[in-house]
């Protein structure tokens, strides 16, 4: 039986008319080709090359096979190269806030290193059902203890009070106690922050039933920007608006909460390239976040 590996090695000398060349094409020894090369001229019962100075040229037989073959190994060799250049797609579901505050705007990064996997963001606040829906992981908001699903913990929430550097000097906010005076701002879903933190923090006599209310929390952080008041979210998530100065923390603590941001994903999809891509680009992320607000691992 003639083997297939003796017949592309005598394709790659045609090419190259060079056993050495041929052997570093193929990732293979000079000797191991040769002896490829001898089995084939033995099993067909004729020469296939002659030696001219240091380069092979097929004799006839040689020509004849070679028009048949060499063509057959280019349609492959092009068929196989147009599926790992073929672009493949990476669906995301993920929350709005955590989207457009924290991710969205670094991607860029990903997509540099990955420019042949296509992104599909959608934000919902609700968890995909994967057996139904078309999405290979999601980002979501909890503690950990959804069933049947892989998971990566990015990073734990916490709160924070956070205005704008202007805001704050306006109206001389210097310590908690100074937010009785202060417009507080909300988000609809998580009405109870304020309540949280100031419980923490042990600041009392703060109206927290007023001010204004936006639908998401990146709403919020826009109108922080804009100096209509004072928010309170994860430093996470304003960690690009405090570097570029428009936002600041007047002071703290950073209150911890019990839940967390995680990447998930269904069992089955865990090994694929573009996911397997996407988990190791986001655990290099999180570790310059940290570094960069001076986070511990």
Not at 155 to 183: H, I, M
């Amino acid at each position: 039986m003639i083997s297939l590996k003796a017949v592309q090695a005598f394709a790659a000398i045609v090419r190259h008319g060079s056993v050495a060349q041929a052997a570093a094409e193929l990732g293979v020894t000079g000797s191991a080709l040769s002896h490829l090369l001898r089995d084939l001229e033995a099993r067909l019962g004729v020469p296939l090359f002659d030696r001219v100075g240091r380069g092979l040229v097929p004799t006839e037989d040689g020509r004849r096979l070679a028009d048949a073959v060499v063509p057959a190994f280019a349609r492959i060799d092009q068929a196989l190269s147009d599926f790992t250049r073929r672009r493949v797609e990476l669906r995301i579901s993920t929350l709005s806030t955590f989207a457009t505050a924290w991710l969205i705007p670094r991607l860029e990064r990903f997509q540099s290193k990955h420019p042949d996997i296509e992104l599909l963001v959608a934000t919902s606040t609700r968890n995909v059902d994967f057996d139904r829906e078309a999405f290979d992981c999601a980002i979501r908001y909890g503690q950990g203890d959804w069933p049947n699903l892989q998971m990566q913990k990015l990073y734990d929430d916490g709160l924070v009070p956070v205005a704008s550097p202007e805001l704050v000097a306006r109206t001389g906010l210097e310590t908690p106690a100074d937010l009785a005076s202060a417009r507080l701002l909300h988000a609809r879903a998580r009405r109870g922050d304020w309540d949280v933190w100031l419980a923490a923090a042990g600041v009392g006599g703060v109206d927290t039933s007023s001010g204004p209310v936006f639908e998401t929390r990146a709403q919020v952080v826009q109108a922080a920007i804009g100096r209509l008041g004072v928010m309170v979210i994860d430093p996470w998530l304003v960690a690009d608006e405090i570097r570029q100065g428009h936002l600041t923390m007047p002071f703290g603590p950073v209150v911890p909460l019990p839940a967390a941001y995680w990447l998930v994903w269904p069992q089955r999809r865990g090994q694929a390239r573009p996911l397997a891509a996407f988990r190791d680009w986001l655990t290099e992320e999180i570790a310059m976040e940290r570094a960069s607000l001076g986070q511990g691992t």
